[in-house]
């Protein structure tokens, strides 16, 4: 079986899905394995690695695309590249099945067998495989680097002899995944740290981690069975407001990280709490492409308001593309071989396997 990745669009998207250590693993499988030439180079993974693992580098995508049994990418694949696939092919990626719908409906008319990565249950079986909290992962840690680097003043509690200089307070919005390593990274850098969740499960996570767990007055464990966070009442939200209002009024820097899966982001810092918080604050939005957490918030701009600056990039991971790229390519690995029947060579779709039954779109 053939086993093939293109280039991703490196505009949007520098991650790849198959590092040359993964490359072997593949081919040592059984899989044959072709990628588009330069494929990683952008990144410092020579051909020369991927060669002497086997692999075979192809110079028309095209080819490699219509060859694959599987196809691995980060995301849907370019414009007409997707005309491309054909029935029975197994193609593997984070599709974003709530936006693509429309895209994933056509490729399932054309008997594709598609597997969207997000929708792996959080079992203990799949924790290998958990493309969501290894990126989430470092997202919270590059939230807290870049918001740190942009705030204008020191973050741990420094005392010299020319008097002493406050420890910065930080405020985590959301505490899934991301927002309890940027807890860990604040915490580790000196900062005095601050946390909020839906879910009150979180909280002992949160306090795990040194930071302080601001709990709503009469909470409710909004929590989903999958563990994600699902959407709060109004009277929850009026609550959680008058709590980050007041909250707002000593921090000085935010991380939101809040989403709910396949809505848009919910809006929790609006513009009149922004005005309660002091110039110079730093937040940055890790949801800023489903909307954002933050009044204001737009994509790859850093917005002004009152001396306050607001964050929040497309892509964070871009930022961190090999660190994510070697978690992402040991998620897919894991992910087609528990897809893969070792013994008679070939994937076997079996909907009894809860993994596989969550995963892939009908």
Do not use: W
């Amino acid at each position: 079986m053939i086993i093939g990745s293109v280039s991703e669009n490196k505009d949007l998207e520098k991650r790849i899905s198959i590092t040359p250590e993964i490359a072997k693993k593949y081919i040592n499988l059984g899989f044959e394995l072709q990628l588009s030439e330069s494929y990683g180079q952008h990144l410092g993974f020579e051909q020369k690695e991927y060669k002497e693992a086997g692999t075979k580098f192809l110079s028309e995508e095209t080819k490699i695309i219509k060859n694959a049994d599987i196809i691995i990418q980060m995301g849907l694949l370019d414009g007409d590249k997707t005309s491309l696939l054909k029935a029975n092919q197994t193609f593997i990626a984070i599709l974003n099945p709530y936006e693509n719908k429309n895209k994933l409906d056509l490729l399932v008319k054309k008997k594709i067998n598609l597997f969207s990565l997000e929708l792996l249950p959080r079992i203990t079986r799949a924790q290998s495989m958990d493309v969501l909290s290894s990126q989430a992962n470092l997202a919270g840690y590059k939230a807290v680097v870049e918001s740190f680097s942009t705030f204008e003043k020191a973050i741990p509690m420094m005392m010299t002899a020319a008097g002493t200089i406050s420890a910065a307070k930080v405020l985590v919005v959301g505490a899934g995944v991301a927002g309890l390593q940027a807890i860990a990274t604040a915490k580790r850098m000196g900062a005095i740290v601050f946390a909020t969740d839906v879910r009150i499960a979180s909280k002992e996570q949160v306090e795990s981690l040194g930071g302080k767990f601001l709990t709503v007055e009469g909470a409710e464990n909004l929590e989903t069975k999958g563990g994600y966070a699902k959407e709060a009442s109004e009277e929850f939200k009026k609550k959680q407001e008058e709590l980050l209002s007041e909250t707002l009024k000593k921090i000085d820097i935010v991380i939101c990280t809040a989403l709910i899966p396949g809505k848009k982001a919910p809006l929790i810092i609006k513009e009149n709490m922004l005005k309660n918080m002091k110039p110079g604050s730093v937040i940055y939005d890790l949801a800023a492409v489903q909307g954002g957490n933050v009044a204001f918030t737009e994509v790859d701009k850093i917005i002004d308001k009152n001396g306050v600056k607001i964050m929040g990039a497309r892509n964070i991971l871009n930022k961190l593309p090999i660190s994510s790229s070697n978690l992402y390519a040991k998620n897919v690995f894991n992910f087609v071989s528990n897809l893969y029947d070792k013994e008679n060579k070939k994937i076997n779709i079996n909907l009894d396997d809860e993994i596989i039954a969550k995963t892939i779109i009908k």
